[in-house]
């Protein structure tokens, strides 16, 4: 099974338009079902369409670009920006440094919930700037990442035990199962869910937290936007070039499915956006936490017995 989260296009650099070769049609990769409504065209001249899911409710990208080499080749680049500047100067810059001490929000919320300090895998670690933060903290770090330039930037570099390849294929495994694992931005990207569900029920220990970073679907904005281009008031802002990479959108209630589908108790979620502050106010509770209409969603879950 294919699988790239690295998120540089091959076509930008050559400013080429991308135009699919093939179409395939999928059914619902969280449930199985092909019971579904559309749900919005989307991409350069609209060329793309989700629908959403009768049964449990997930956007997927249906017909979709077919999901074979030409696609990845396409879609992702090997190419880091990131990798190439921290291998040049060695060092953190300060929107890197920055980003870290954003890091440690998270890693304190996954210890709340763990309620201790214990060893961590990070799905999709780049050049290892969340391994970093969660050194600092006191954690034993490990990571996993497609791209060679950025696992060999958080070796030579950060001195973080990181390996190169594919989730699913990679087993990191042999000092014992995890007491967490991280996984921000990557599951939209992969055609089977299912298959990393399980992996992670593996991969954790009994009373370990997974936590995922998915897009909302629903988030205000999204709704927004979706509602000015149904009434002709905005364009679709999508370059040539880009593929849609996010085969499906979550949102809160299939991921619930996929959470008790494969036997997770979901145990907290709520919505953030990039300037999350360690100190949320009143106004950013409601938002978030009560209502959860930001643009991302944090989930925080455990394996259950049964």
Excluded at 195 to 212: A, H, N
Aim: charged share 25%; hydrophobic share 35%; aromatic share 12%.
């Amino acid at each position: 099974m294919l699988l790239v989260w690295t998120m540089a296009t091959t076509l930008t650099g050559e400013n080429r338009e991308y135009i699919p070769k093939a179409w395939e049609e999928v059914p619902c990769p969280f449930c199985g079902s092909n019971d579904y409504k559309r749900h919005e065209k989307y991409g350069p001249n609209l060329r793309y369409t989700y629908v959403q899911c009768r049964s449990c409710a997930l956007v997927y990208s249906r017909p979709r670009p077919q999901y074979d080499e030409e696609f990845v080749t396409a879609a992702y680049s090997v190419y880091d920006t990131e990798s190439h500047h921290l291998r040049t100067s060695g060092v953190l810059d300060a929107s890197e440094r920055n980003l870290v001490e954003r890091y440690k929000i998270t890693i304190r919320q996954i210890g709340t919930h763990l309620r201790r300090v214990g060893r961590i895998l990070d799905i999709g670690c780049a050049t290892g700037l969340f391994l970093l933060a969660a050194r600092e903290e006191g954690w034993e770090v490990e990571g996993i990442d497609i791209s060679s330039s950025m696992v060999a930037a958080a070796q030579e570099i950060f001195k973080l035990r990181t390996y190169c390849g594919q989730y699913h294929n990679v087993d990191p495994t042999g000092a014992g199962r995890f007491d967490a694992i991280y996984c921000s931005h990557v599951i939209e990207h992969v055609p089977n869910p299912n298959e990393w569900m399980e992996k992670f029920r593996r991969d954790l220990k009994s009373d370990g937290i997974l936590c995922l970073n998915v897009p909302n679907q629903f988030s205000i904005d999204r709704r927004i936007k979706r509602g000015l281009k149904r009434l002709k008031l905005s364009l679709e802002n999508w370059a040539l070039w880009r593929t849609p990479d996010h085969l499906y959108e979550p949102h809160l209630k299939p991921m619930r499915y996929l959470f008790a589908k494969h036997r997770f108790e979901l145990v907290e979620a709520f919505t953030y956006s990039s300037r999350e502050k360690a100190q949320e106010g009143i106004a950013d509770r409601f938002f978030h936490h009560r209502f959860k209409i930001g643009s991302k969603l944090r989930l925080f879950a455990r394996p259950t017995a049964q």
